[in-house]
Structure formats: C-alpha cells, structure tokens
C-alpha cells in the first residue's frame, strides 16, 4: 500500500472518530455541567414511562417481609442480614451502592440484565424502611438513556448513589457506547424529593475528545458548600485512577491519582484534617496481590506513591470506610477467588488489618463488589453482590461492632 493511501485511511479514521465523539458528546458546547442548579423540571418518570414485568426479573416479591425480630439480634448489639431483591432464573445483578435518606432510611442502586454488559441492563433502586427492602423500581435503562440523552450507547451500567451538602440524592452511572467497560462515559440523574422523583439524564462531560473510559464503583465525598469529590477510574489501555472536583457552579477539576501499576476503583476516606486515603483494587500481575493505598495531603490535589497494604486482593472490588475507632474495609481478603468476603478493621490509619467476621465463604461461588455505608440513625450498612444473583444487605449498630474490635462505641462517623 502507498503511503498516500495510508495517509487517507488513517485521516478517514481519525475523521470518522472526531465526527462521532462530537455527535455523543456535544452538550460540551452547552457550558459546564449543572451540578447546583440542575431542576428536575421533567421528570423520566422511568417507573411510570416504561412497561415492565416484576417477575421478569426478581419473580413475586415478599411485601409481608418481617421486620427485625428478636431472633435477628447476634450477641451484644444488633446484627441482620437479608436480600433486597429475588432471585430469578436468567437475570443477573450486581454492582449495588446506598445513600442514607431522612429519618434513618437507606437507599440502594444497582443493575440486573441476563448479564453483565447486556443491552437489557436497567438501574434499579429499593428503599430500606423499618426494616423492609421495599420494591426495586428502574430508574435508568438503555432506552430512557438514548431518549433523554439524545446519545446512542449500547447498554449502561455501574450506578452510585451519593447526597450533597444540600441533601440533594444524585445518581451516578455509566454508559457505553461501543466496545466493553474501557468504552464507558459516566451519566447522572438528580432528586430533590428524596428519589420520589428523579431528573432527566444528563452526561457528564469531562473531556472534549473521546469522553470514553471514565466509570464509577465507591462512594463520593460531598463538598461544604456543594459538589462533590468523585473517584473515577479507567480501564482503556492503561489502569489509572482520577479524583474529580465537581464544583457547585458546574466547573470541574481532573486529579491523576495513580501513576504507576494498575490500580483502579479507588475507595475514598477522610482521615484527618485535609488528609485523605485512598485504596485501590489492584489489576496488576503482582504476586502475591494486595490491596493498594496512596494518601493525600491537601484534599485529594496531590496523591503520594502506591502502597502495598497487607490486604489481599484477587483483582475484585471493596470498600472502605472511616469510624471513630478506626477504618472498616470489606473485601475478597483472598489470594485468589471471590468466594470468601469478609470484614476487616484497623485502627492504625490501614497500616495493619484485622479480620472482624466472616460475611461469606463457600468455595465456587461468588460474592463481590461490597458497598459499606453509615445510616443517618448509625447503623452500618453493607451490600454486595450475591452469587451474580442478588443483591445482599448486612447492617449492624456500634454495639455489635465495638464488641468485636474492643471499642466503647465503634460509633461510625
């Protein structure tokens, strides 16, 4: 081949890509993204708008579910575990997050399709009141996606849930336009009613050119005075993680926090002061694997090296969370496999870890992607993936937990 035919094939790619992330991410053009004065003027009204079957994908779920009992309670304090949705033949979920809601609730967030990566993947979201899951009700799909949105994609995906100072619920989720998780662009819907009603879709536009790889699993730190800190990671060619500055007047900030390895869905804690840590899902080739760590010093504007925590990590998701105590982490504390989830505390900043109890352990299944999570009452939630199948939540208050790591309290913050 000449190289003027090479030379026109290759500007004919490159036209045809700068064409197509124009036509996808053209609101750029509108100005910065409306984080503060976003008003859900035209509800999706997803549940209402969109026809849908219950049992397609949970089967019959139990309305008459019992509240908490004296059977639920686990030595001192109070512990309970249960599922927030059914199981059901050929539907999958996973990847759940939660936000507390007023007067003690919490709400949690996730996708079910016939698998992960399906054009038929829709976000769902139940509310957890007096101790009863009520039912999941769709908030987002593909196809209100491409009519709200005016963008193609093939499918959506990981969905977090997050409050700011103003107790507005967002919702964060990720699109893909083409190819798998590395061609994902990250979208939001908003609530001012406590998720009674949600906003249309917007995206979240962080790039001019190819706004692609950029998805979302842990949770944000809301900002005094409005917006948020949101960990965002990528998966196209190198593993990197970001922290973005999302601005109340719309205006963001892209911090690199990972340079080096392969470190992505970063875990988010407030430490002390304008410190920060963060810890990261390894990918790498490393053996043995372990949990990573990097800390900022200055509110996430500059991130030190990565770390090795003793923490292992067979290349699967966790969370991480601060007490008064110390900090929470549950994870796959295994080699390899994601068989066995547990829960891990320490009391030295994440330096040491020790094993608190046992969530799950049966060799050949799955159990991934926790979520951890402080009601506004201050019950400790946790959620995560069941086998591909459900969706399970754990709560327990600080009585339960300071009898295990030997606190007075173990209050969470």
Avoid: C
Avoid at 155 to 170: H, P, S, T, Y
Avoid at 378 to 386: A, E, N, P, Q, W
Wanted: aromatic share 10%; charged share 25%.
């Amino acid at each position: 081949m000449s190289f003027l035919k090479q030379r026109i094939i290759f500007g004919s790619i490159i036209a045809i890509l700068l064409l197509g992330s124009w036509y996808n991410y053209r609101d750029l053009a509108r100005g910065p993204v409306e984080l503060a004065t976003l008003v859900p003027e035209e509800p999706s009204g997803l549940s209402n708008e969109v026809e849908y079957d219950r049992d397609v994908f949970y089967g019959p779920f139990p309305e008459d579910a019992p509240p908490i009992r004296e059977e639920d309670y686990f030595g001192p304090g109070l512990f309970m575990e249960r599922f927030i949705n059914e199981e059901h033949e050929g539907s999958m979920s996973h990847v759940s997050s939660m936000v507390p809601l007023i007067g003690g609730d919490m709400m949690a967030a996730w996708y079910s399709g016939s698998r992960e990566g399906a054009g038929d993947v829709v976000v769902y979201a139940s509310t957890f009141s007096k101790g009863k899951w009520s039912h999941p009700v769709p908030l987002v799909s593909r196809e209100s996606h491409i009519r709200e949105t005016g963008r193609y994609v093939k499918k959506v995906g990981n969905a977090l849930l997050a409050r700011d100072e103003e107790g507005r619920l967002w919702l964060f989720y990720s699109s893909i336009f083409a190819g798998g998780w590395s061609g994902a662009s990250l979208n939001y819907i908003y609530s001012g009613d406590e998720g009674e009603t949600w906003s249309r879709s917007r995206s979240l536009v962080l790039s001019p050119l190819f706004n692609l790889t950029n998805n979302v699993k842990n949770k944000a730190l809301a900002l005094r005075g409005g917006g948020f800190l949101l960990p965002v990671y990528h998966e196209l060619i190198k593993k990197r993680s970001e922290l973005v500055r999302l601005d109340p007047d719309g205006r963001f900030r892209r911090v690199l926090m990972t340079d080096e390895g392969e470190a992505i869905q970063p875990s988010i804690v407030h430490k002390d002061g304008s410190t920060l840590g963060a810890f990261f899902r390894n990918m790498s080739d490393d053996s043995p694997r372990r949990v990573l760590y990097s800390e900022s010093p200055d509110m996430g504007l500059n991130w030190g090296p990565l770390l090795r925590t003793t923490l292992k990590n067979p290349n699967a998701g966790l969370d991480v969370m601060a007490t008064d105590s110390g900090l929470l982490a549950v994870l796959n504390n295994t080699d390899e496999g994601r068989q066995r989830l547990t829960l891990e505390f320490s009391s030295d900043g994440g330096r040491t870890w020790d094993e608190l109890y046992v969530l799950e352990d049966e060799e050949g299944r799955e159990f991934s992607y926790p979520f951890i999570e402080t009601g506004t009452d201050g019950l400790v939630h946790i959620t995560y993936t069941y086998d591909r199948k459900r969706i399970k939540h754990v709560s327990f208050d600080r009585l339960w937990l300071g009898a295990l790591t030997g606190t007075v309290t173990g209050r969470a913050r």
